[in-house]
């Protein structure tokens, strides 16, 4: 069975940082592109950046672009977003989420999910 | 980036209903398209992808149609489970965006 546990959500003040960080199991982690996908409170779902299943591409949207930076440890079957220069709009539950070819830099849906971690980023 | 118009916002349905939601792209996407479901406090649920391909474990009332600019998701009878907020995702180039997404309510 697919599982995603994401960690590392808290409540931080504006322009401190945070590391996130995704534990995957059920699935052979490092034949896979995986993603960041964040929610804001009582809104819709926004993209934030993708990372391919041998680190060769990665790819952030531009509202996180610079501040964000998206990693895997394929040994520990991991992935991380460390979160620099946090900002209010930055608050939202960020997902986890599994692309669905292996091995491949292609642009995909996404098959699994985690079920999120809380940044709030508030003085 | 491709914008994705996604309508309506919300619906107001009764148990059996037949229900439509429709996503526009921007520009053409091909088939490069899928739908999501979300329940209060949970993770997507992927229900279609390649625009008309149905998810593994999915209810055969849930379909999708569509290519290029113009997609659809239709329940053909809505059942009290499938009350939720919908979304459609394009995949064709980076940043994949979604729909603003539609609630489902009773």
């Known amino acids: 069975e697919v599982q995603l546990v994401e960690s590392g959500g808290d409540l931080v003040q504006p322009g401190r940082s945070l590391r996130l960080s995704c534990a995957a199991s059920g699935f052979t982690f490092d034949d896979y592109a995986m993603h960041w996908v964040r929610q804001a409170p009582g809104k819709g779902l926004e993209w934030v950046s993708g990372?391919?299943?041998?680190?060769?591409?990665?790819v952030y949207a531009d509202s996180v672009k610079g501040r964000f930076t998206i990693s895997r440890d394929n040994a520990k079957n991991s992935l991380y977003l460390q979160m620099n220069s946090l900002r209010a709009e930055d608050t939202a539950l960020y997902y986890c989420?599994?692309?669905?070819?292996?091995?491949?830099?292609?642009?995909?849906?996404?098959?699994?999910w985690g079920q999120g971690t809380l940044v709030t980023v508030s003085s | 980036d491709i914008q994705m118009t996604q309508s309506p916002s919300s619906l107001s349905a009764s148990v059996g209903d037949r229900v439509t939601i429709t996503c526009r792209a921007s520009q053409g996407i091909r088939n490069d398209l899928g739908w999501y479901q979300q329940k209060p406090g949970k993770a997507p649920k992927r229900l279609i992808y390649s625009a008309s391909s149905l998810q593994s474990g999915v209810p055969s009332r849930f379909s999708g149609s569509g290519s290029g600019t113009e997609f659809t998701l239709t329940i053909s009878s809505l059942q009290p489970e499938d009350f939720a907020t919908y979304y459609c995702?394009?995949?064709?180039?980076?940043?994949?965006?979604f729909g603003g997404g539609t609630k489902v309510e009773i």
């Open positions: 989420a599994k692309g669905t070819v292996p091995r491949s830099y292609t642009v995909t849906t996404f098959d699994y």
């Open positions: 990372i391919s299943w041998n680190s060769g591409s990665i």
């Open positions: 995702l394009q995949h064709n180039s980076y940043p994949q965006t």
